[in-house]
């Protein structure tokens, strides 16, 4: 049973679907719509998820040629290298927390004004993961410690979406969907950075190409030479023999160029899988939001935003690369844990915060804001460094932002506070949403009686 739920939990395809039949029941549409419904919008996931799995094990060459190529070395902040260690530990408690705070995420968006759906499976598994853990240091323990990480879990689940939410939905124009995705520190930096210093006006997805070209307009085009140029450069660059490992014995340059079209295939992939999904959730979620949830919005994975400015998804990714390579520069100068930018937290982070940032700033606020992104992805993991280290989960740290913050935070309350702490965490979390669903309810009243 437990393993059935872990599973199930760790396909969002699955889970994605089964929240679109859902709907579709709800709206009580015809047997032949609900079957091609919930069967479009998993298989649209499918074709996201293999385009995100083209882009990551790309990447994943990428990131040790470049390694090699600009001689450095230190700890590569990755999500999965340390829930690996963790569920090692906690795999059971990790599989009852997913399911329990899936279910603190429905209730809250039940009976709160925070209607947000948290439907990124791996990122629940992730985060469930680093809860596990710092709790049972704490003192936690069973049925305490599943119960605590649920509500912590199902609260995340929901001020993540909503923190990003007012610059997603510049993005999209309506609350149709929005962000499941733990950077939401980040995100919304980057869009408040992009905002100041940018101009809205001058958006990445104008930029003047000259006629001659013209090609460049075509984003696939422009991915494939941006990707093009940063392989061979960086695989030529790199150590002979790494790269003769990497390729299998295949020459250089011929690696270099079809790993690049890989990446750009991958890239086509996510955009066409997310195009189909989102045909078929956004009208499904209507009968969730009628008859379970009322105004129920979909938390969806961070590259559901990238069609909508697809320029931005490269300018966010080189600019956030440049800005976690400057943090590893300053990371021994002041005192803190080397930390080698990773690739792919570099690209779906900044790729997304790319498409934010535009929103909020145009081109020289995408610049900025996602310099800033790179900074602050390849930093944040050195303070969570050491509290794992404590753990036994030496050398390994989250590579996004909000698990950072969160085991920060909740870790040190615990310290500082023990067990009270962490239940008066749980108070205040409560506190503040039922304020802001106060707020929210007075408000439509004074503009109802308007």
């Not at 927390?97 to 209607?115: C, E, H, P, Q, Y």
Request: hydrophobic share 55%; net charge neutral; charged share 10%.
């Amino acid at each position: 049973m437990i393993n059935f739920i872990v599973s199930f939990l760790d396909q969002p395809a699955i889970v994605v679907g089964i929240m679109a039949l859902i709907g579709l029941i709800a709206l009580k549409k015809p047997v032949s719509k609900i079957v091609t419904g919930t069967f479009k919008t998993i298989i649209g996931f499918i074709i996201f998820q293999l385009g995100s799995t083209a882009i990551s094990d790309n990447l994943n060459i990428l990131g040790p040629a470049f390694q090699s190529a600009f001689h450095i070395q230190g700890v590569v902040p990755t999500n999965e290298a340390v829930i690996a260690l963790v569920q090692k530990n906690f795999g059971t408690e990790m599989a009852l927390i997913m399911a329990f705070g899936f279910i603190v995420n429905i209730l809250i968006a039940r009976f709160t004004s925070l209607k947000y759906i948290f439907l990124t499976g791996h990122h629940m598994l992730f985060m469930a993961g680093l809860l596990a853990a710092i709790l049972s240091v704490l003192g936690f323990k069973g049925p305490e410690l599943i119960v605590v990480a649920s509500l912590l879990l199902g609260a995340a689940m929901v001020i993540t979406p909503a923190m990003v939410q007012p610059f997603y939905k510049k993005v999209t124009g309506s609350d149709s969907i929005a962000m499941g995705h733990f950077n939401g520190l980040t995100y919304s930096i980057t869009a408040l950075v992009s905002k100041l210093v940018g101009n809205k006006e001058h958006s990445t997805e104008d930029i003047y190409v000259p006629e001659g070209l013209s090609f460049f307009k075509d984003n696939v085009i422009s991915t494939a030479l941006v990707m093009l140029i940063l392989f061979v450069l960086t695989l030529h660059l790199a150590d002979t023999t790494l790269v003769t490992k990497l390729s299998g014995g295949t020459d250089i340059t011929v690696f270099a160029i079809m790993s690049a079209f890989r990446f750009t295939a991958g890239f086509v992939m996510v955009l066409q899988g997310v195009r189909m999904m989102l045909a078929e959730i956004v009208p499904a979620f209507k009968g969730i939001s009628e008859k379970l949830v009322p105004n129920a919005v979909p938390a969806l994975d961070c590259p559901v935003i990238f069609p909508f400015a697809p320029n931005a998804v490269i300018i966010g990714f080189i600019a956030s690369l440049v800005g976690a390579i400057v943090s590893f520069l300053i990371l021994p100068v002041v005192g803190l844990p080397v930390l080698i930018p990773g690739l792919i937290p570099a690209f779906f982070v900044g790729a997304a915060a790319g498409v934010l940032a535009n929103a909020q700033g145009g081109l020289r606020g995408t610049v900025v804001g996602c310099f800033v992104n790179g900074l602050i992805i390849n930093t944040i993991p050195a303070f969570l460094l050491p509290l794992l280290g404590g753990l036994g989960y030496a050398n390994s740290t989250f590579g996004d932002s909000d698990f950072c913050l969160d085991g920060i935070v909740v870790g040190n309350i615990g310290k500082v506070f023990s067990k009270a702490g962490i239940y008066g965490l749980i108070v205040i979390i409560a506190i503040v949403f039922i304020g802001i669903t106060i707020g929210s309810k007075a408000k439509g009243q004074k503009q109802a009686d308007a």
